[in-house]
Each structure stands twice: as C-alpha cells, then as structure tokens.
C-alpha cells in the first residue's frame, strides 16, 4: 500500500513588517490627533467660559451655579473620564502599533488608540459612548442653553478637556524621556497579545 507522505499545511502570509519611520508617525498621528482637537476646542470655548466676567449681570445664586457646574463637569469628565481612562489609554495602545499593525490600524491609528476598534467589547463601548457625549451630545445641547448657563457649561468642558489634554502631553513626555509608558491596559481583544516591550518598559505596580 503507497501512503502519501501528509502535505504540509499553508499558512497564511504574514503580512510585511512596517518600517519604524512609518509606526513613529502613526504614532505621533493617533495620540496627536487627540491632543489638538482638545487644545482646538479650549481654545475656542475658553471666551465664551469667561464672558460672566467680562459681561456680568451674574446674580450671586448663578455664580454659586457657575462654580459648582463647572467644578462638576472638571471632576467627572477631566478627573474621571479623562484624566484616569481615556487620556493614558491613548498613550498606552499607541505602543501596541508596531511593525506586524494592519495598514488600517496604522492609517486610522486615532481611532486605533482611542480603542474606538480593535478593543475589547467594553472598551469600544466605553469609547463610543464619550465621543458621543463630547460631540454631538455636548453640540446639540449646549449651544441652545441661554446666557450665563451656557458658560458655565462652556467652563467646565474647558476645565475637563485642558485637564486630559495635560494628561496626554505628560504622559507622551514620559514616553520621550524616559521609555516609560502609562500603567493601564490597552484592552485588546482576545486573542491579541501585548507588545513585550510595553509590558518590559513599565514599571510594576506595588
């Protein structure tokens, strides 16, 4: 009897290594995205925030609810949302873009670190629903609410968004400085190993 020898099985190709230069810019141009759209938007709510002190006709009870309010949104969206999850969630997942990334993940890297795909199921959730609630929630709301209401909300998006803009920018100056990258999960999904390095490059948590 003539036994076929088995035939080896075909794996698929592996697809080609991306050159260092084009993972630094896909890089810089998923977390940079980020950072300068939130620089954008204080820069242009920053007059509107302050127009109960140029203006006035502010009763003491509206500045009792222009403190609290945007106080209140600084905690929750700055300190909260922010400061603790989103903005070192970016910094983080930007260094699992290497040489084996998609093209998409490198081309579409903002969404990529913003774990907006490629993510676990309760990051993407997390993910969507703060752009929702930055962009268009905040957009089709804020900009019907009457004077001074409107800037104290305005204030408190100021607050939040400069906070978690400082947080990518210290974060990334670590990265730079000392190789140090941010001490949370980049939630990748299953199946998904992290980068050695990132896991090498951070220090343990006591």
């Known amino acids: 009897v003539d036994f076929a020898a088995p035939q080896a099985m075909s794996l698929p190709p592996r697809p ?5 230069c084009c993972v ?3 890089q810089i141009w998923g977390v940079g ?8 938007c204080v820069v242009s709510l920053a007059p509107r925030a302050i127009d109960p002190f140029r203006k006035g006709g502010v009763s003491g009870g509206q ?9 209140g949104i600084w ?7 922010l400061g603790r999850s989103f903005s070192p969630l970016l910094v983080r997942r930007a260094r699992e873009l290497g040489p084996s990334s998609s093209l998409c993940e490198l081309l579409l890297s903002p ?6 795909f490629a993510a676990r199921p309760a990051r993407l959730a997390k993910s969507w629903l703060l752009i929702a609630v930055l962009v268009p929630g905040l957009a089709a709301t804020v900009p019907f609410m009457p004077y001074p209401w409107r800037s104290m909300v305005d204030a408190g998006v100021v607050l939040g968004l400069g906070w978690g803009t400082a947080v990518i920018v210290v974060h990334s100056m ?6 140090r990258w941010p001490e949370v999960s980049p939630d990748l999904p299953a199946g998904r190993t992290e ?3 990132a896991k090498e490059g951070s220090p343990a948590v006591e």
């Open 75 to 81: 905690i929750c969206e700055g300190l909260g949302a």
């Open 195 to 197: 980068w050695p390095e």
């Open 174 to 179: 670590r990265v730079i400085l000392k190789g």
């Open 111 to 116: 969404g990529f670190v913003a774990g907006l």
């Open 24 to 26: 630094a810019a896909a």
């Open 63 to 71: 500045w009792l609810a222009y403190v609290v309010i945007a106080l």
């Open 33 to 40: 995205f980020w950072a300068v759209l939130f620089a954008e």
């Open 16 to 20: 080609p290594a991306r050159r260092p």
